[in-house]
């Protein structure tokens, strides 16, 4: 690619809008729903310089050239970090008929690359594309299109209600309550996450599913009302009789979990900035009446890749449709982030807001020093043991250098007894947060994504590693966090 790179040579990255898709080069709700027989294929943009398009002939080449069947010369794709990267073909979408039946090839022309599902193809080499296959173009990172196969899809799956507003498409995350999905609205071509629970697994609020339609109103009535810089936006919530659809904006700077497992713990002044908003979106919530009771770094989603960034939080609605003794359940022995008297019920029992506070601290902890406060790979007592007692420490070797305020600020959010538990608004008072500069960064990123006591127990040899909610002993993240040393 040579010595300078054209897709990061820029100092600053432009944040580009969503480009809405134009009269004619997508389909209408309306045409969507009669399918002309020769549209074979389908590719939508998840880059925000492309634009849909429907598939009919046999063979598409993309590039800079004016003689491709897409060109690469709109406005905003010429305003891109990456436009001086892409060749004048850079990549060939071909449909090919054999005995072995009808297959996708995209065929790599490009110098800098061609990306199938994040795996460079090579120049001049083919992949095969199968339904919902992510392309990206020079940089891993730098995503075009989703390819919809529309002979293989799946979409046919999905009640009218949903179907009839949005295409949905590649999965991209699966946890506890369901999988997320990728899709698109009909008409706009506008990208959501649309997160998909069964109701076959779970009860919702303790009642049968088929009876619980009025409280699923009003508790979407009140989802959707939400409006918080620092929680996630739903756009929709549709209710059938075995799922429900939560439609929810797009985010695309990853999890905090994986932002932890990728870059181990951070800074203080980083986790201060992450753990405030945190606060923030908490006492929204509790302000509004609704308690989170799952917080984790799963559930917390960064705006972009940028390492000051801001953060929200997400499936707090699931409180209001699973039941705490289905989601005991779900937790698999690995109960990370409950408060102890969840664990001290079995989940049976009822319990205060304050929950939220102690699973604040639990992330706090680990994002000051990329380990939990409480892990099953302590051997001196077994993990609920640990929580219910609130036995944990602050080992100098991974703890030196981290301020006593930060870990005054964690005494008081893991403090067993919850009458005790410091709440939501005192700890946004805490001394800890007292930084103005760093109040005024999140001021400035409000306004720039608006117009876009504790009983010490002995250190392990090694700090426990974190895992996700739900994950057996046995497995682990793809990439061990980084411990701080």
């Known amino acids: 690619m040579g010595s300078?790179?054209?897709?990061?040579?820029?100092?600053?990255?432009?944040?580009?809008?969503t480009q809405e898709i134009g009269d004619g080069e997508f389909l209408s709700e309306e045409e969507d729903e009669e399918t002309p027989s020769n549209v074979w294929g389908r590719l939508f943009p998840i880059g925000e310089s492309f634009t849909a398009m429907d598939l009919i002939k046999e063979e598409y080449t993309f590039g800079r050239a004016e003689?491709?069947?897409?060109?690469?010369?709109?406005?905003?794709?010429?305003?891109?970090?990456?436009?001086?990267?892409?060749?004048?073909v850079h990549f060939i979408i071909r449909r090919v008929h054999s005995s072995t039946g009808t297959h996708v090839f995209l065929e790599d022309k490009s110098s800098n690359g061609a990306f199938v599902n994040g795996e460079k193809v090579g120049k001049d080499a083919k992949q095969v594309l199968n339904n919902n296959d992510e392309i990206g173009l020079s940089l891993i990172k730098n995503k075009a299109f989703v390819f919809l196969d529309l002979l293989a899809s799946?979409?046919?799956?999905?009640?009218?209600?949903?179907?009839?507003?949005?295409?949905?498409?590649?999965?991209?995350?699966?946890?506890?309550?369901?999988?997320?999905r990728l899709?698109?609205?009909?008409?706009?071509?506008?990208?959501?996450?649309?997160?998909?629970?069964?109701?076959?697994?779970?009860s919702l609020g303790g009642q049968n599913h088929q009876n619980i339609s009025p409280q699923i109103q009003s508790e979407i009535a009140i989802m959707k009302s939400l409006k918080h810089h620092a929680i996630i936006k739903i756009e929709d919530v549709i209710d059938t009789p075995d799922t429900v659809y939560i439609v929810l904006e797009l985010l695309e700077?990853?999890?905090?979990?994986d932002r932890l497992a990728n870059k181990g713990s951070f800074s203080e002044d980083r986790a201060k900035l992450y753990i405030y908003q945190i606060l923030l979106a908490i006492d929204y919530l509790h302000r509004n009446g609704i308690t989170h009771r799952d917080l984790k770094p799963e559930n917390i989603l960064m705006v972009n890749d940028d390492d000051d960034t801001l953060i929200k939080v997400t499936d707090f609605g699931l409180s209001k449709f699973v039941d705490a003794v289905s989601m005991m359940k779900t937790f698999c022995g690995t109960p990370n982030y409950l408060a102890p008297e969840i664990l001290l019920t079995a989940g049976s029992?009822?319990?205060?807001?304050?929950?939220?506070?102690?699973?604040?601290?639990?992330?706090?902890?680990?994002?000051?020093?990329?380990?939990?406060?409480?892990?099953?790979?302590?051997?001196?007592?077994?993990?609920?043991?640990?929580?219910?007692?609130?036995?944990?420490?602050?080992?100098?070797?991974?703890?030196?250098?981290?301020?006593?305020?930060?870990?005054?600020?964690?005494?008081?959010?893991?403090?067993?007894?919850?009458?005790?538990?410091?709440?939501?608004?005192?700890?946004?008072?805490?001394?800890?947060?007292?930084?103005?500069?760093?109040?005024?960064?999140?001021?400035?990123?409000?306004?720039?994504?608006?117009?876009?006591?504790?009983?010490?127990?002995?250190?392990?040899?090694?700090?426990?590693?974190?895992?996700?909610?739900?994950?057996?002993k046995n497995e682990r993240p793809a990439k061990k966090f980084n411990l701080k040393q």
Not at 183 to 202: D, L
């Open 67 to 88: 003689t491709c069947d897409y060109v690469f010369n709109s406005p905003l794709m010429k305003k891109h970090k990456c436009f001086q990267a892409y060749s004048k």
């Open 349 to 472: 029992g009822s319990y205060t807001k304050a929950v939220d506070c102690w699973s604040v601290g639990v992330i706090a902890f680990i994002c000051l020093v990329a380990y939990p406060p409480f892990s099953d790979e302590i051997t001196e007592m077994d993990l609920q043991t640990q929580i219910t007692g609130g036995h944990y420490s602050f080992p100098d070797q991974y703890w030196h250098g981290i301020s006593d305020t930060a870990k005054d600020l964690i005494k008081k959010l893991l403090t067993v007894d919850p009458k005790k538990r410091i709440a939501v608004d005192a700890a946004l008072k805490h001394p800890w947060f007292k930084d103005e500069s760093m109040k005024k960064k999140v001021q400035k990123l409000i306004e720039a994504h608006s117009d876009s006591d504790v009983k010490q127990m002995s250190p392990p040899k090694n700090p426990p590693s974190l895992k996700r909610v739900g994950q057996s």
């Open 183 to 202: 899709a698109f609205q009909k008409g706009t071509c506008s990208k959501y996450a649309v997160k998909i629970i069964s109701k076959k697994a779970f």
């Open 154 to 180: 799946d979409n046919n799956r999905f009640p009218k209600e949903i179907s009839k507003k949005y295409t949905v498409t590649k999965v991209l995350g699966r946890g506890a309550c369901g999988e997320v």
């Open 4 to 17: 300078q790179d054209p897709c990061t040579s820029s100092s600053s990255t432009m944040e580009l809008p």
């Open 253 to 257: 700077g990853g999890e905090l979990f």
